[in-house]
T-cell receptor
Framework: KNEVEQSPQNLTAQEGEFITINCSYSVGISALHWLQQHPGGGIVSLFMLSSGKKKHGRLIATINIQEKHSSLHITASHPRDSAVYICAVLMDSNYQLIWGAGTKLIIKP | NAGVTQTPKFQVLKTGQSMTLQCAQDMNHEYMSWYRQDPGMGLRLIHYSVGAGITDQGEVPNGYNVSRSTTEDFPLRLLSAAPSQTSVYFC???????????FGSGTRLTVV
């Protein structure tokens, strides 16, 4: 069983829809990262959070430490949001990052 | 622009050849790391460094060597390339292991 599971693996939606990507983990963590990888391959850090909720523009990330679960939401989705979204957790035991396999998001105009 | 510079972007090697992937950052980050990304899998840590002169192995270190003689540079050496090392390689840096990461643009390596 993977220590970090993302769902769904693939998601196709229409422009304007509200998007939710989920990340569940099974280890104790000190922080959780959400990153975005564009079709060109570059990886950009979106959020790092250890509790509660963070918002940047149309992106919102939440984490529930007790349930070992995080969600990334995109409001008013746009084709330029099409990318792979990756969740990674920083283990509190050894400070290693454990990576999810990513969620491929396609937003159709 | 400040960031992580990774070269080359593409490389084709023959089995048994050696090469060095370069990674440089100008943000004075202490922590640098190398990952490989394979289809359907999360990024896997190859080697990392918490500061100049200090390196350690990650999850998949076999076949790779690193050194950290300066804060800025963290090259990754493939000692004798194998087809199993065909992958996309990313270098990343951060202030410390728990901080936000800045990634290089990646190197797509094919070993034939």
């Amino acid at each position: 069983k993977n220590e970090v599971e993302q769902s769904p693996q693939n998601l196709t939606a229409q422009e304007g829809e509200f998007i939710t990507i989920n990340c569940s983990y099974s280890v104790g963590i000190s922080a959780l990262h959400w990153l975005q990888q564009h079709p060109g391959g570059g990886i950009v850090s979106l959020f790092m959070l250890s509790s509660g909720k963070k918002k940047h523009g149309r992106l919102i990330a939440t984490i529930n430490i007790q349930e070992k679960h995080s969600s990334l939401h995109i409001t008013a989705s746009h084709p330029r949001d099409s990318a792979v979204y990756i969740c990674a957790v920083l283990m509190d035991s050894n400070y290693q990052l454990i990576w999810g396999a990513g969620t491929k998001l396609i937003i159709k105009p | 622009n400040a960031g992580v510079t990774q070269t080359p972007k593409f490389q084709v090697l023959k089995t048994g050849q050696s090469m060095t992937l370069q990674c440089a950052q100008d943000m004075n980050h202490e922590y640098m790391s190398w990952y490989r990304q394979d289809p359907g899998m999360g990024l896997r840590l190859i080697h990392y460094s918490v500061g100049a002169g200090i390196t350690d192995q990650g999850e998949v270190p076999n076949g790779y060597n690193v050194s950290r003689s300066t804060t800025e540079d963290f090259p990754l050496r493939l000692l004798s390339a194998a087809p199993s090392q065909t992958s996309v390689y990313f270098c990343a840096s951060s202030v410390d292991r728990g901080g936000g990461y800045t990634f290089g643009s990646g190197t797509r390596l094919t070993v034939v």
